[in-house]
Nanobody, 121 residues
């Protein structure tokens, strides 16, 4: 069984920073991609950023040049540094980990419960 737990959400004023963390634990052989999605009020869940085990990162267009994703493979943790936050960044942020539980097994996506980020003056 795999558990994915996010932390670091909260409230911040426009222009401020916030850092999210997410750790996967449990029966894990390898994690391919880890990343962040978000769902704003009345919106669909969309990709924020993801990163491969080799460090290749991809970003949603709306967060380019403001958000940075990074990863520590030794402790199965992914981070999202969010700078210059805007009210439209307000959303529940979900962590995802693409996990192989044994050697040769097909990877399965595991999601966290989500953490609220609110950007407001």
């Amino acid at each position: 069984q795999v558990h994915v737990v996010e932390s670091g959400g909260g409230s911040v004023r426009p222009g401020g920073p916030l850092r999210l963390s997410c750790t996967a634990s449990g029966t894990i052989f390898n994690i391919l991609t880890m990343g962040w999605y978000r769902r704003g009020p009345g919106e669909r869940r969309t990709l924020v950023a993801d990163i491969t085990s080799g460090g290749h990162a991809s970003y949603g267009e709306s967060v380019l040049d403001r958000f940075t994703i990074s990863r520590n493979n030794d402790n199965n943790t992914v981070y999202l540094q969010m700078n210059s936050l805007k009210p439209e960044d307000t959303a529940v942020y979900y962590c995802i980990a693409d996990v192989q539980v044994t050697r040769g097994s097909a990877p399965v996506d595991y999601w966290g419960q989500g953490t609220q980020v609110t950007v407001s003056s």
